[in-house]
């Protein structure tokens, strides 16, 4: 079983959508949660970061961690063409050298059209 | 800033010969590592250096090797490939849990490798 399982789509919506993204993980151990975005023949970009069960927004973006469940969503709210990409989940353990050694889901291909 | 630098971009090889991807980074940061990247697996961790002259093997280690001669560049080295190795190889770097950052990785573009 792998630590962490990401729902690998792809997913196609219409442009105003409500889009969720999600992942389950294994490894109690994980206490940083993030979540980068890739466009198409560029490296990730950190998109969202939060360290604690509940939710984080910024903008239309909104992170959501359940660590009881070990779940943690990404609701992208008024989805834009802009939007599409490649989501990818990322975990960590605390402290020590994890810093930099993130455990990645296996990628969400998110496509909004007008 | 030009952040981090991966070159080539693209290269094919053939079964058995050896090249390296660079990679630099102009960031003064402490941690650097590379990544793979094939369809349907996200990324998954090769080597990983927390500093000049330390290394450690990731997820992925085999066939490949690392070194980190100063805080700025990090090669990977494929001694010997194998079609097993084709795929896109990202290096990226981070500061270090004592700077109180977040931990954020920066990545570079990217290194198409395919192996014949």
């Known amino acids: 079983q792998k630590e962490v399982e990401q729902d690998p789509g792809p997913l196609s919506v219409p442009e105003g959508a409500i889009v969720s993204l999600n992942c389950t993980y294994s490894?109690?151990?994980?206490?940083?949660f993030m979540w980068y975005r890739q466009y198409s023949r560029k490296g990730p970009e950190l998109l969202m970061y939060?360290?604690?069960?509940g939710n984080k927004e910024d903008g239309r973006f909104t992170a959501q961690v359940d660590k009881s469940s070990k779940y943690i969503s990404l609701f992208i709210r008024d989805s834009q063409p802009s939007d599409s990409a490649t989501y990818l989940c990322?975990?960590?353990?605390?402290?020590?050298?994890?810093?930099?050694?993130?455990?990645f889901g296996q990628g969400t291909i998110l496509t909004v059209h007008p | 800033n030009a952040g981090v630098t991966q070159t080539p971009k693209f290269q094919v090889l053939k079964t058995g010969q050896s090249m390296t991807l660079q990679c630099a980074q102009d960031?003064?940061?402490?941690?650097m590592s590379w990544y793979r990247q094939d369809p349907g697996m996200g990324l998954r961790l090769i080597h990983y250096?927390?500093?000049?002259?330390?290394?450690d093997q990731g997820e992925v280690p085999n066939g490949y090797n690392v070194s980190r001669s100063t805080t700025e560049d990090f090669p990977l080295r494929l001694l010997s490939a194998a079609p097993s190795q084709t795929s896109v190889y990202f290096c990226?770097?981070?500061?270090?849990?004592?700077?109180?950052?977040?931990?954020?990785?920066?990545f570079g573009e990217g290194s198409r490798l395919t192996v014949l």
């Open positions: 990226a770097s981070s500061y270090s849990e004592t700077s109180g950052s977040l931990g954020e990785l920066f």
């Open positions: 490894n109690s151990a994980f206490q940083y």
């Open positions: 250096s927390v500093g000049a002259g330390i290394t």
């Open positions: 960031m003064n940061h402490e941690y």
């Open positions: 990322a975990l960590t353990n605390a402290g020590g050298t994890s810093y930099g050694k993130l455990t």
């Open positions: 939060t360290y604690s069960s």
